[in-house]
């Protein structure tokens, strides 16, 4: 073949492919009548358990919207499937994924992954592209203040996670013969984004009340150990213990304080439905107070599920080795219902106008009410904590959900 010839050739195979490319829909990936959600998650890991959790709330929300007809777009109705990678809990992982799922695969839609620290490494690629992702599991209020205009996230910032467990010590503070500015609390937080956001919104909250902030401990991302940390809080008596280290730093913290026998008149913490510390430690994790995004005793309800119970009895149903649903599970499924919702009053594929219609969102899930501001995050719903009781969840704050007063102070160890 001629010089001459193999340049025509090569002419003529650019410019069929640059035709194909802009016959083919540049705006979603569609296989016939399914739409392409992509998602990198926590298979393996650090975050795979709450990886779990994620996925098993992804494809609830999918089967449960396909099994009523999916969603209607341009006058036609859509099924949803979500394209999954194992991210490894690895952020440069995760951003290579979201990379290989925009260029390689053509996914213009996004689910978010487990944690701020990967939602942090992928929201810039989707950014990038153009790509709107919504995502339930990445509370950091540092994904919020980048100017971000594709993120959307269903879930309640981080710094709200605890802060409401500073409150409710100080409103109870007169049943152990203190002022609020009396009490004295102790920290206990991962050195992730997450975690240290948590810890902001606590020392402002015990700011406020005056409260003295005794141990202020950065835990680091492997956490294995505590006990340095549990020293100083059975020499220095604080009187309320925040812990914040994931799935890991929740069982952690039960464990070892149990067999150090530490006494706090408060312990609250993250994570506790995720590690299943109800089930593995028994009646040794009661009266710990557990941040929660939701709870089946809510008065949420929509049109997929049903009531925040309905959605648990569903859960359940389709995942029997759940006794305790984790908030996990249920944030990411309502991820993929406001996509639903989103995509049904664009009526079109267009990134542009598919996120106008999420930056618009007002909506009511079973997981709560959801309304983004400019900036991304959801101002719409409050977190909630319950308290472990005879190794059930009882919601005890905010007061409009509270099934009962909290236990407060939480019995010593020589006295259970």
Same mark, same amino acid.
């Given at each position: ?10 002419? %003529? ?6 035709g ?7 705006n ?61 809990? %690895?952020?440069?992982?995760?951003a ?11 996914? !213009? ?18 950014e !990038? ?9 990445? *509370? ?45 609390v ?15 919104g ?27 940390t ?5 020499a ?64 949420? !309800?929509? !049109?997929?599920?049903? %009531? ?10 389709a995942f ?36 106008? *219609? ?14 983004? *501001? ?39 160890w020589?006295?259970?």
């Amino acid at each position: 073949m001629s010089r001459h010839t193999k340049f025509l050739t090569a002419l %003529t195979c650019g410019v069929a492919v640059a035709g194909f490319m802009m016959s083919t829909p540049a705006n979603a990936k569609v296989e016939g009548d399914t739409i392409i959600l992509g998602a990198a998650l926590s298979f393996t890991g650090k975050y795979s358990t709450n990886g779990k959790h994620t996925k098993n709330g992804y494809d609830l929300a999918v089967k449960t919207v396909n099994s009523m007809g999916g969603v209607m777009v341009g006058g036609k109705k859509y099924k949803i499937k979500v394209q999954y990678y194992d991210d490894e809990s %690895t952020p440069a992982r995760g951003a290579q994924l979201v990379e290989r799922l925009v260029k390689q695969d053509g996914v !213009k839609f996004m689910l978010g992954p487990y944690s701020s620290g990967m939602t942090k490494a992928m929201a810039p690629v989707t950014e !990038k592209y153009g790509v709107p992702m919504v995502e339930g599991n990445g *509370a950091s209020r540092s994904l919020f203040n980048k100017g971000y205009k594709y993120l959307f996230a269903v879930l309640s910032t981080s710094e709200q996670y605890l802060a409401e467990s500073i409150n409710l010590a100080a409103q109870r503070a007169g049943e152990i013969g203190k002022k609020p500015s009396d009490l004295k609390v102790a920290l206990a937080m991962e050195n992730d984004p997450f975690s240290q956001d948590i810890r902001a919104g606590v020392l402002e909250d015990a700011k406020r009340h005056g409260m003295k902030v005794v141990i202020d401990d950065k835990l680091p991302k492997e956490l294995n150990d505590m006990t340095a940390t549990l020293t100083k809080v059975k020499a220095l008596r604080p009187d309320i213990l925040v812990v914040s280290g994931h799935s890991k730093g929740a069982a952690l913290a039960i464990r070892q304080s149990t067999e150090m026998k530490v006494d706090v008149s408060m312990l609250a913490m993250t994570h506790c439905e995720a590690a299943k510390v109800h089930e593995k430690f028994k009646a040794n994790a009661d009266y710990t107070l557990c941040a929660t995004q939701w709870a089946e005793t809510m008065s949420y !309800k929509d !049109k997929w599920f049903g %009531t925040a119970k309905q959605f648990g009895d569903t859960f359940r149903a389709a995942f029997p080795d759940y006794g305790v649903i984790p908030y996990q599970a249920a944030e990411s499924a309502a991820s993929v219902l406001v996509w639903v919702d989103a995509l049904a009053r664009a009526n079109t594929f267009d990134q542009a106008k598919v996120r106008d *219609a999420l930056a618009a969102t007002e909506m009511q899930t079973f997981y709560g009410n959801i309304k983004f *501001a400019p900036t991304g995050q959801n101002i719409a719903k409050p977190m909630a904590l319950r308290q472990i009781v005879g190794g059930k969840y009882k919601v005890v704050a905010p007061s409009k959900w509270a099934e009962q007063p909290v236990i407060f102070p939480r019995p010593n160890w020589e006295w259970r």
